[in-house]
């Protein structure tokens, strides 16, 4: 019998505050959304992209995780590839879940607490676990 490996999520804090995302309850920031904008706020893949050490520099204004891998150097792309191997595919597209984190991020049809609850366990299949703090 085979044991499965058990792979360690990364543990991924999101912070209400500087959180960029659809507005429902009318405490989002706007539905049209970027990994880190002009103001310092991130979407929960900007917070994502930053966990996985990405600069502000190499995020700011860019719209999914591949665009970000894409603005990052030659020597550090095949790095941060490899740790973003659930977030982009092996072609360097988004995977299926980036893009469901994405969709669920920037909803305007849905409560912030709907909103987390629906992007916990799409980020867990993304490698993270992740808490939404104040």
């Known amino acids: ?10 543990p991924l804090v999101v912070e209400r505050s500087k959180w960029l995302r659809g507005g429902k309850d009318g405490d989002g920031m706007g539905a049209s959304s970027t990994l880190l904008n002009s103001d310092g706020h991130m979407c929960c893949l900007g917070f994502a992209c930053k966990t996985l050490g990405f600069r502000d520099s190499t995020i700011f204004s860019k719209g999914s995780p591949t665009n970000a ?5 030659a020597s550090a792309l095949r790095h941060r590839k ?5 977030l982009i595919t092996a072609d360097g597209s988004n995977s299926e879940a980036t893009w469901e984190a994405m969709s669920i991020n920037d909803s305007d049809d849905v409560c912030d607490a709907d909103r987390e609850n629906q992007l916990k366990p799409v980020l867990k299949k993304l490698g993270f676990a992740v808490k939404f703090v104040d």
Do not use: F, N, P, Q
């Not at 891998?69 to 150097?73: E, K, M, Q, S, W």
């Not at 490899?82 to 659930?86: G, I, N, V």
């Open 1 to 10: 019998m085979s044991k499965k490996k058990k792979t360690k999520l990364i």
């Open 69 to 73: 891998v894409r603005a990052g150097t």
């Open 82 to 86: 490899l740790r973003m191997s659930a």
